[in-house]
């Protein structure tokens, strides 16, 4: 087990706004941790730790940075006047259901406070952690909308290890979504990220839009791979050691952060297709964004 130090801080806000003109029904994140124990070697929030003075390598996966009074602030928040009790995403940088969360319960504690406000909100996470919460997302889909989003970029367990070293096994994941949606709570999933040559052929989109119907998903979203700043000097490294003969192609299609759009929009299509072919339908809460723009760290 990695050896993890938790830095314990006050926050002065806990929600924040997002401006992305093309996701216009997100504009409120919230994230209880910064850093995350997951590990992913893709995570697009690996350049935030850069912020702390911190590296985006370990440090992203090992200095976890906690917001103690995160709920109380939130509540404050969420008792202002102006406040519009528009829907906040929880997890945008970092996953809400980290271990560390079993320790400090932030994430909990946040839904708390969004039962009590009758305030929507949504979940991205990798844990199987959520169904700690269940009875409390259940309140919460009462009074408000309510989603859970599970990440899954494949059921490939062998690549799975290397792309998500500290994550729960994508069916563990599943199975938590089933307890979910059986319990009445809104689920879909993220296809994410699609990783070229490693989790982008047919077979791979497949077996996880089978698994995302078969295991209580309303919706599947999608992105392909973005290699930002801070990211890209942690992930090409990893190709190297792991999938050598990579290499050459990421080099080509990676000059930039984001792969060539003639390929984003073909994997896309695939995605479309299989999403009709096994009835399912897009987020409609987190659409695709463009170049440029900010991406969620699934
Ligand atoms: S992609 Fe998500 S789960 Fe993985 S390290 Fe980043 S924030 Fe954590």
Sequence with gaps: MPQ??????????????????????????LNPYRGC?????YCFARGNHEFLGYNT???FDQRIVVKTNLASVLRRELSRPRWRRESVTIGTACDPYQQAELKYGLTRASL???RDHANPCSIIT???????????????????ECTVLFSIATLREEVWQHIEPETARPVQRLEAMAKLS????????ML???IPSLTDDRENLESVMKAARDYGASFVGDNVLYLQ???????????????PHLLPRYERMYRGAYAPKRYSEEVHETVQELRERWGMTPDRQEPKPAAGQLQLAV
């Design 4 to 29: 993890v130090t938790f830095e314990e801080i006050e926050c002065k806000s806990a929600l924040n706004r997002v401006r992305v003109p093309s996701m216009p029904s997100m504009r409120w994140s």
């Design 37 to 41: 124990q997951h590990a992913c070697v």
């Design 57 to 59: 390598g370990k440090d």
């Design 112 to 114: 708390q406070a969004f």
């Design 126 to 144: 990798k844990s199987p952690n959520v169904t700690r919460d269940l009875s409390l997302l259940q309140e919460l889909s009462g009074v408000a």
């Design 182 to 189: 059986e319990a009445g709570v809104r689920c879909g999933v």
């Design 192 to 194: 994410a990220p699609i």
């Design 229 to 243: 700043r801070g990211t890209k000097e942690w992930f090409m490294p990893f190709l190297r050691e792991t999938y």
